[in-house]
């Protein structure tokens, strides 16, 4: 596909400010980002950080793995970005955008068994997306199996 260093850093970076999770709550709308989650009834913003480490009390298991996508896509960026000033590792890159996806499906299960809640994985697609048009070409195994 021709994608240098670069474009790919800024696709890695699009995941990163795009919704993750978006769930309807009755008439209320509640959207995760890597950064927190935003609110709207009452509006406001709330840093993941505060929502782990301060408003601990009685969050489920589930929401757990937010945490752990999160991490996993700042080893994917950190990859990404040394494509751009040194040397990317594709694989790294590629693996870490993959388990940041598929730890969101957990989030997104999680959320519609729960009465009232509907939840749209748009992160789950969106780091599958890029790892599969952007990384695939490059880690793919070729005609021969073996790997780049």
Sequence with gaps: MGQGPRRRLIAVLAVGVLPWTVLVIGGELTVLFT??????????????????YRFTQGLPAFIEAWRSGVVLYLLALASAVSGVVWREDERITALALVGAGLTQVSVFLGFNRRIGYVALPVGTVLLLA???????PLVAPASGGRSR
């Design 130 to 136: 890029v790892a599969w048009w952007y990384y695939w």
């Design 35 to 52: 950064f927190g989650l935003f609110n709207t009834n009452p509006p406001a913003v709330v840093s993941i950080y505060d929502y782990f």
